[in-house]
C-alpha cells in the first residue's frame, strides 16, 4: 500500500508562483499531479517516471515543472505564471508499476485570483 502526503497549495494571485510537493512510501514507478476545477473532469497535469522521463498538459507546458527526488520518493510541481483557470484541486498521484492503477493522494486546493 502506496501513501501519498502532499502540501504547497494556496492563494495566489494570477501572475505568481506556488510549489507543491507530494512524498510517497514505498517503491514507485511513475509519479504526477492531476488536477479537477469544479464542475470539470479530472485532468492530467504533469507525470514523471522513475528515469526522469517528464510530460505535461499543453495549457501548462512552459509554465509548470515537475521534477522528483527518487532518494526522498518525491514529486514536486513548480508552478510559475499562474492563471484563473488553473484554479482546481491538485491530486498527487504514484504508480508502482508502467502498468496498473495508481495511488492518490487527499488533493491540495490551489486557487488563483484574478
Known amino acids: 500500500q502506496v501513501q501519498l502526503v502532499e502540501s504547497g497549495g494556496g492563494l495566489v494571485q494570477a501572475g505568481g508562483s506556488l510549489r507543491l510537493s507530494c512524498a510517497a512510501s514505498g517503491s514507485i514507478f511513475s509519479m504526477g499531479w492531476y488536477r479537477q476545477a469544479p464542475g470539470k473532469q479530472r485532468e492530467s497535469v504533469a507525470g514523471?517516471?522513475?528515469?526522469?522521463?517528464?510530460s505535461y498538459a499543453d495549457s501548462v507546458k512552459g509554465r509548470f515543472t515537475i521534477s522528483r527526488d527518487n532518494a526522498k520518493n518525491t514529486v514536486y510541481l513548480q508552478m510559475n505564471s499562474l492563471k484563473p483557470e488553473d484554479t482546481s484541486v491538485y491530486y498527487c498521484y504514484a504508480k508502482q508499476l508502467r502498468v496498473g492503477s495508481p495511488y492518490w493522494g487527499q488533493g491540495t486546493r490551489v486557487t488563483v485570483s484574478s
Open positions: 514523471i517516471t522513475s528515469g526522469g522521463s517528464a
